[in-house]
């Protein structure tokens, strides 16, 4: 297989400040590179997932998402964690809503979801 792994998952915002503030802070995801793009106007934020990066790019007025979360496309993005209730509980500290915890049918792995601040589906799987 020529396909190593996952790289990188980008995601369009609609309030870049917001949305820093969610990943960076709320979640505390650590900051690669951070850069506004003049040519462009937007910002693009580069953050450590594990082995991943998550690259938030801050653009103005992008359009909503047609449907949550069936339309065609990215449908959520999904965290692994070693503990889902202390996961859980840390997110509720941080005023963060989530699901109710319950099992995944195919893996027997706990889940849950909780949402970014433009809706987006996120994931705890365990």
């Not at 915002?13 to 850069?35: A, G, H």
């Not at 070693?82 to 099992?103: Q, S």
Request: proline share 6%; charged share 35%; hydrophobic share 35%.
């Amino acid at each position: 297989m020529l396909l190593n792994k996952t790289h990188h998952v980008a995601i369009i915002v609609s309030d870049y400040e917001k949305s820093r503030e969610f990943y960076v802070e709320k979640l505390e995801l650590p900051v690669i590179r951070e850069n506004y793009r003049e040519d462009r106007g937007d910002y693009k934020l580069d953050l450590q997932v594990g082995d991943i990066e998550l690259e938030i790019f801050g653009v103005k007025n992008p359009p909503k998402r047609v449907t949550n979360p069936e339309a065609c496309g990215l449908r959520h993005f999904a965290f692994q964690v070693d503990d889902i209730e202390e996961t859980v509980d840390w997110l509720h500290k941080k005023g963060i809503a989530t699901e109710p915890i319950r099992w995944d049918e195919f893996t027997q792995k706990r889940m849950t979801f909780f949402r970014d601040p433009d809706d987006l589906p996120l994931e705890l799987h365990e």
